[in-house]
């Protein structure tokens, strides 16, 4: 566990970095940038470019020597910094096909992984001007105030989030058949495009449950420390412990898990 006063440095900087990268999202939101693609579907704007950019400043600046895993890339580990047991996990814009389509729902999230445990964690919506936090064993938090996962019992009375990897089309491991079978039996399943905010959402009791594949660390790293610290239990589809660099998320309330395993489990059962 880092110092009281190490704690604190940590989260105001991430916090000042999270809302400096959600201030050139903002200001760059709904204006003509340059897209480019970096797979058929998978997109990186300028936007992302930028905002990881001043996100990586703002945190180097502070600490010279810790690690850093940005999405983008834009972060090369310094010499310092080889061994060190901080990394910094950036996903500097989730939802970048939303903000490319001026659709406005999108983040910056910022993980600080310490010898392999999540201890911090920073999801800023800028548009809406929200910001999520979580430090290990401290709960969770939305603009300061603790926030708690929701009570629904059921998945017939619950809503669902998920998304789809960038690469559905090619790989017959997608989500299609798992989105068919909780759309069938949930009161209702979104997709709003940005992993990190699912999650937190999930944190707070918007939705009552969230499972997505082939997540990146970027996208998880903050908002699975922010939804356990506000009561989410967080598996994989076989209700194994999670860990960032896994392939599968589920993260519900608790109280619908076992229903959304079984559920997540039907394709397999069937095509063995
Ligand atoms: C994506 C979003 C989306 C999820 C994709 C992610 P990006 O991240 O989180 O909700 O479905 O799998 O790759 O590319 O917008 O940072
Ligand atoms: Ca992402
Ligand atoms: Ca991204």
Request: contains cysteine.
């Amino acid at each position: 566990m880092p110092s009281k006063t190490d704690q604190r440095i940590f989260r105001d900087t991430a916090i000042k970095a999270a809302k400096a990268g959600g201030k050139v999202l903002r200001g760059l939101f709904a204006k003509e940038i340059r897209i480019e693609y970096k797979g058929e579907r998978n997109l990186v704007t300028e936007a992302d470019r930028a905002a990881e950019a001043i996100v990586i400043r703002t945190l180097r600046k502070q600490f010279p020597d810790h690690r850093f895993l940005a999405e983008e890339g834009g972060a090369q580990d310094s010499a310092g910094s080889v061994g060190s047991v901080h990394k910094w996990i950036i996903d500097p814009l989730d939802g970048t096909t939303n903000f490319a389509h001026s659709y406005p729902t999108f983040c910056v999230s910022i993980g600080l992984e310490i010898r392999g445990e999540i201890a911090l964690g920073v999801v800023y919506d800028p548009l809406r001007e929200e910001m999520f936090l979580a430090e290990e064993g401290r709960g969770a938090t939305l603009n300061g105030r603790p926030i708690h996962v929701s009570k629904t019992e059921k998945l017939k009375a619950s809503l669902l989030v998920t998304g789809f990897a960038y690469d559905v089309r090619e790989d017959l491991t997608n989500n299609l058949d798992h989105f068919t079978h909780v759309s069938l039996r949930a009161q209702g399943v979104r997709r709003t495009g940005s992993a990190a905010l699912d999650l937190c959402y999930v944190a707070c009791g918007r939705f009552d449950g969230f499972w997505e594949m082939k997540l990146a660390p970027w996208d998880t790293a903050a908002a699975f420390l922010i939804a356990t610290e506000a009561g989410a239990t967080v598996t994989d589809f076989n209700n194994r412990p999670y860990n960032i660099y896994l392939k599968e998320i589920l993260a519900t309330n608790g109280r619908i898990h076992r229903e959304m395993v079984e559920v997540l489990g039907l394709k397999r059962r069937s095509r063995p």
